[in-house]
T-cell receptor, first 112, second 109 residues
Framework: DTAVSQTPKYLVTQMGNDKSIKCEQN?????MYWYKQDSKKFLKIMFS???????INETVPNRFSPKSPDKAHLNLHINSLELGDSAVYFC???????????FGSGTRLTVV | QKEVEQDPGPLSVPEGAIVSLNCTYS??????FMWYRQYSRKGPELLMY????GNKEDGRFTAQVDKSSKYISLFIRDSQPSDSATYLC?????????FGQGTTLQVKP
């Protein structure tokens, strides 16, 4: 199936831990994104990569570090997790920046 | 002022009702307007998009843009329980999508 897939779907971890979320797309898109959705369903961009190059880095704490080994993969590593990091993190991809996104199913992160 | 504002609801309607979902935006330069639908525990999926002013229809769904009042709407005719979801308006700007907060819709059988 053509899709954006991200793993894991659920992540429960303690404060202070380091965790990673992986994302892969097989749509042949050039641009990939990380969005954060808070408890009120508000979706906000964190990062975007175009052909492995970082093009958007919103005001995100530097505990969050994205990595794109190739244009089909975009991973998100989070250091020293805090309670406020609890949210759903969505990976997405698009052929052109800002249009026709395909989203993954999300990773529900709970920090306890 | 947020760039895109949307009443979060929730909105509850009986099956068969006409639903109106709305957003306002701040920048008159915006040209593309999108609606995404998000089912519970799923990622958003693109429902419709429009360019500039006017209407666009797709089955039971109609997207409308009024640039003079900076107002965008999504109408759902003959709503079905399967339409129960969160609907998010979105506007592309600077290589990213700016989302409204989303309106949660429940259609009761």
């Amino acid at each position: 199936d053509t899709a954006v897939s991200q793993t894991p779907k659920y992540l429960v971890t303690q404060m202070g831990n380091d965790k990673s979320i992986k994302c892969e797309q097989n749509l042949g898109h050039d641009t990939m994104y990380w969005y954060k959705q808070d408890s009120k369903k508000f979706l906000k961009i964190m990062f975007s990569y175009n052909n492995k190059e970082l093009i958007i880095n919103e005001t995100v704490p530097n505990r969050f570090s994205p990595k794109s080994p190739d244009k089909a993969h975009l991973n998100l590593h989070i250091n020293s997790l805090e309670l406020g990091d609890s949210a759903v993190y969505f990976c997405a991809s698009s052929q052109d920046t800002g249009y026709g996104y395909t989203f993954g199913s999300g990773t529900r992160l709970t920090v306890v | 002022q947020k760039e895109v504002e949307q009443d979060p609801g929730p909105l509850s309607v009986p099956e068969g009702a006409i639903v109106s979902l709305n957003c306002t935006y701040s920048n008159s330069a915006f040209q593309y307007f999108m609606w995404y639908r998000q089912y519970s525990r799923k990622g958003p999926e693109l429902l419709m998009y429009t360019y500039s002013s006017g209407n666009k229809e797709d089955g039971r769904f109609t997207a409308q843009v009024d640039k003079s009042s900076k107002y965008i709407s999504l109408f759902i005719r003959d709503s079905q329980p399967s339409d129960s979801a969160t609907y998010l308006c979105a506007i592309p700007r600077g290589g990213k999508l700016i989302f409204g907060q989303g309106t949660t819709l429940q259609v009761k059988p």
